[in-house]
């Protein structure tokens, strides 16, 4: 099992939240769907990459498109970046990761996101996608509003700092960080590796 | 062709400087080897991704173990970093690869910093990759002590920042900006897609 440790509001995580499940059914390798909040992550340690960085901003678009184009898909690019709500989508998100629909949610908000222009998050895509994963908005998003919600949000966020986390998406094979959904080859070769041969 | 451009004192570039010889030889792609001062356009644009980010940091040096075991690489990590004299090491690479010897004295200099600490620039190290290129040293390192040297990487940044270029190692394909060794696969499929089909 590979831990799926990931923010809505993380532009290239877009690229495994959409090809999970095809990962999911070629290898044969389980992933548990695990929301933080990887903005709080990046402003605590002073990790801005995008904002006033226009090259980079320009280059992650265009790498996103044509790894997308890789994976076949298709996206609108750019689409609206940074999220206003990207804690409200990521407080769902840990709600239906404990009731088990977090992984249908996700695909949602982010096809409506990067293929339809809707902001995840916001309305209306994010009681769309709450209705697409099978539940009832008004229920999820009065859950979602609690101090609760915010408290796991908060304590999912420490859990991945604790892992040595600091980006959206990471992998993490018992302990062992990968970051980035070009890593996510690696990540399913050291799973392998560790199931079938003897530790090194 | 392939415009492969890097700075000695980029940790990454480890990989692609190692290993460019051996992907030539599989693959029959040419790259051309072109030196520029990638700390100046990380401090201009406020691009400090390490420095002060120690969880960063650490998974730089684990993930580049680990991809340099992919590649059957041994460095020693980590390795001293930041490089004191990063502009030197790179006014030498301006000259080599002027005159024809960039790639030896490149691979030279990672493999004494990465593989036997010793940091890349200053001396030992410096004389001894220059000697390993066929060179004398003392007549390089007059030369790269000059003005015009200075002039000579100074405008072979300014050419890497025209082409979009904000870190190291980065590939160009024919305008097409490709950053990361890890991108290196993908640049390769960029120009032979180029080569065979029909524009899209």
Request: with cysteine; proline share 6%.
């Amino acid at each position: 099992m590979i831990d799926f440790w990931f923010s809505i509001g993380s532009t290239y995580s877009y690229l495994s939240v959409m090809r999970l499940a095809e990962v999911e059914a070629q290898t044969g390798v389980h992933f548990r769907w695990r929301p933080f909040n990887v903005r709080a992550i990046m402003i605590e340690m002073d990790n801005i990459p995008f904002a006033k960085k226009p090259a980079k901003a320009a280059y992650m678009w265009r790498d996103i498109e044509r790894r997308a184009a890789m994976y076949k898909m298709v996206p609108k690019l750019p689409t609206p970046y940074p999220l206003a709500e990207l804690e409200r989508a990521n407080r769902v998100a840990v709600i239906a990761a404990a009731e088990g629909w977090c992984e249908a949610y996700a695909r949602g908000s982010y096809r409506r996101w990067f293929e339809q222009g809707e902001p995840a998050g916001s309305e209306p895509n994010l009681s769309a996608s709450i209705e697409e994963a099978g539940q009832q908005p008004r229920r999820v998003l009065r859950k979602a509003d609690s101090d609760a919600a915010n408290a796991d949000l908060a304590a999912a966020t420490e859990q991945a700092k604790a892992l040595g986390i600091f980006g959206s998406p990471s992998f993490v094979v018992d302990g062992e960080l990968f970051w980035g959904d070009d890593r996510l080859d690696d990540a399913i070769r050291w799973l392998k590796q560790m199931e079938s041969g003897p530790p090194d």
